[in-house]
């Protein structure tokens, strides 16, 4: 998860519907799974993992982010969770990677060295941005290096270590508004590398916040057979 989103959301991204849509996703193909311990690498604020402590998915959380000015406890609903920069083995049970592995330059490299410390029988829960031609200033402003198809990110997933679960793509409902309004801009600034980029996450409205929320709602229903489009891909693995 992205400090810069979290920063723009504040409190606000426990409302937010692209946010409420991603944690359902996590937790419907977790499938009521309980775990002792999350990892969440990459964490940010810890949303996601704060999401999984109040709905008794785990009892405690490691959340670990190289953008964290210093390490430090803090209790949530009665929970611990430990905000780290690093770690050196990871506790047996899920460990999450939320939309990070775009934000290295050798991604398998860095999803096998947390394999490598993970137990066996942990579970990997990883979302990435989808297809390439997508990519747009919001991808420079968050510092991505790239965007995946569900086929790519799957053979990074296999080529750490990993036995893949299950993947879908999400977001497909708005995938194609968003496909036209890119490359729409595209055509007209000549793809030209935007010298301001700025990000397309901000705070709607309540009304459209529930449009977009009660929308993708429905998309959930029916995730599992998205392997089609969407502006996330998402890989659920194990460790054998």
């Given amino acids: 998860m992205d400090l810069k989103e979290s920063d723009i959301l504040k409190d606000h991204i426990f409302e937010h519907w692209y946010y409420k849509i991603k944690s359902e996703s996590l937790q419907k193909t977790l499938g009521g799974q309980h775990f002792d311990s999350v990892s969440d690498i990459g964490a940010g604020g810890g949303f996601f993992s704060k999401v999984l402590l109040d709905a008794g998915v785990a009892n405690k959380a490691h959340c670990i982010d190289i953008g964290y000015p210093q390490e430090r406890s803090e209790t949530w609903n009665g929970k611990k969770i430990e905000f780290m920069r690093s770690i050196s083995h990871l506790p047996e049970g899920l460990v999450m990677l939320m939309d990070v592995l775009e934000h290295v330059e050798d991604d398998v490299t860095l999803l096998r060295n947390y394999t490598q410390i993970a137990p066996k029988g942990s579970k ?37 270590g990993l036995t893949i679960i299950k993947s879908h793509y999400l977001y497909g409902t708005l995938f194609p508004a968003i496909a036209c309004i890119r490359l729409l801009k595209r055509l007209m600034t000549g793809f030209r590398p935007p010298t301001n980029p700025k990000t397309e996450m901000k705070i709607h409205c309540k009304f459209m916040n529930a449009i977009y929320y009660w929308i993708h709602k429905l998309e959930l229903q029916i995730q599992n057979f998205n392997k089609f489009y969407g502006l996330t891909a998402v890989v659920f693995a194990e460790k054998k």
């Fill in 124 to 160: 990997f829960f990883i979302t990435v941005p989808a297809f390439q031609f997508l990519f747009s200033e919001h991808d420079v402003f968050l510092e991505h290096y790239r965007r995946y198809t569900l086929n790519q990110i799957e053979s990074v997933v296999e080529n750490s």
